[in-house]
């Protein structure tokens, strides 16, 4: 209990300080928001005063001393409540942002939950056979893969089997004039068309769990206690799952937990080269456009996912590991 308060009241400090630093951040940048967006209305010419304040008061620019700013901010925040998008004006911030989210989750949440199942569990059978035809090939094969860029294996994926063999569609996340609804053929239009980024997100990230579990094998594999285990003729796929495999898996759920974290974030080169509606898309359209609530907005929701993301690592690292209780 004690473990998990402290973890509660750590987790709070450090949510108050990313949302007052979430707060600031704009307002010391130079420059005007409603002077970037004036010039953007109005083409690259004088901006007036008069042209700013009625842009302002369009677009609910605060005003008022910074600690009056700051209350209304946290205000709200607590009722989601982030502007309007100079962008896509007069949609507000909250509703692109409820638009896009399920797409990145559905896409890049589910891809990160494979790539980390699959990539632990081939970590712990090279691991296991180290040394074998095994380890080598799974080993140099998931690395090579894992060594390209995203955006690159993204274009090959893209180019391949999109332009050359017509497999896929290239480009959105479903057919063109389909309405989003749960219907058949408007889920099956949105999985044919998510095929390849989820091909590239695995591809892109299987290695790296892979290796990370295969050293942390290799080294608990060393301990003692796994010594005693196979001395005392216990099979050899219960020292490998639940002694070594449940030992040397720490590490990688903190990675896990903070992968998570930034699916919120989406795989910002990924949507953009399959132009997928997520929230990576919707985030690099807000900083092309200097559309700063929507950026802030966007920053505030990925900061806090990993926040609440390595809070929950944490607790579960203290179910796992009784020595971190201490």
């Excluded at 600031?24 to 420059?31: C, E, H, K, Q, S």
């Excluded at 700013?52 to 409540?81: C, D, T």
């Excluded at 953009?272 to 920053?299: H, I, K």
């Amino acid at each position: 209990m004690r473990y998990a308060l402290r973890r509660i009241v750590l987790f709070l400090l450090t949510l108050w300080a990313a949302v007052t630093i979430n707060f600031l951040i704009p307002r010391l940048m130079p420059g005007s928001p409603a002077e970037a967006a004036v010039g953007k209305f109005a083409g690259r010419g004088p901006v007036s005063t008069s042209q700013v304040r009625a842009i302002e008061i369009m677009l609910g620019v605060p005003k008022g001393s910074l600690w009056s700013q700051y209350q209304a901010y946290l205000v709200n925040m607590a009722h989601f409540r982030f502007g309007i998008s100079y962008t896509f004006f007069p949609q507000s911030v909250s509703s692109l942002i409820a638009q896009a989210l399920p797409w990145t989750l559905g896409l890049v949440g589910i891809m990160t939950i494979v790539a980390f199942s699959v990539g632990t569990l081939l970590g712990v059978l090279v691991a296991w056979r180290r040394g074998r035809m095994t380890d080598t090939v799974g080993t140099v094969g998931f690395t090579l893969m894992s060594a390209f860029p995203y955006f690159w294996t993204a274009l090959l994926l893209l180019f391949v089997c999109g332009f050359v063999l017509n497999w896929f569609p290239i480009n959105g996340g479903y057919s063109a004039g389909q309405t989003p609804n749960l219907s058949v053929g408007f889920i099956g239009s949105a999985a044919d068309h998510s095929v390849l980024p989820a091909i590239t997100i695995v591809i892109s990230s299987l290695g790296g769990w892979l290796l990370g579990m295969r050293n942390n094998m290799i080294n608990t594999l060393a301990e003692d206690f796994i010594v005693f285990a196979e001395a005392n003729g216990i099979r050899s796929r219960t020292i490998a799952l639940r002694y070594a495999a449940r030992n040397a898996i720490l590490p990688n759920l903190t990675a896990f937990g903070m992968a998570l974290g930034m699916v919120v974030g989406g795989s910002v080169l990924v949507e953009v080269v399959f132009g997928y509606p997520g929230v990576g898309s919707l985030l690099y359209t807000a900083v092309v456009n200097e559309d700063y609530p929507l950026m802030q907005a966007l920053f505030l929701f990925i900061t806090v996912s990993v926040l609440v993301a390595n809070f929950v690592v944490d607790l579960f690292y203290g179910v796992l590991d009784p020595r971190v209780r201490t």
